[in-house]
């Protein structure tokens, strides 16, 4: 089972956050709210998650909502890896 530490982890990875990735929790809202999340990190984003799950996401699968929430990514890795 993908814990969030995980989600938090590739996130912070891929936006190089630093320290600052302590302080993403499932509620902390990514899409307007974090100054590195643009559009490049979303595509980044994705790809890294396809590397590290080994998994393919289809552009179909995505919407707005799926970056909404540091918790609302999670549950999308989460309903696709475990």
Known sequence: ?????ETRALIGDVLQLGERTAEIHEDTLLLGSIPEFDSMAVVSLITAIEDRFGIAIDDDEL???T???AGSLHAFIAARVD
């Open 63 to 65: 919407s707005a909502d």
């Open 67 to 69: 970056f909404a929430s």
């Open 1 to 5: 089972m993908l814990n969030f530490e």
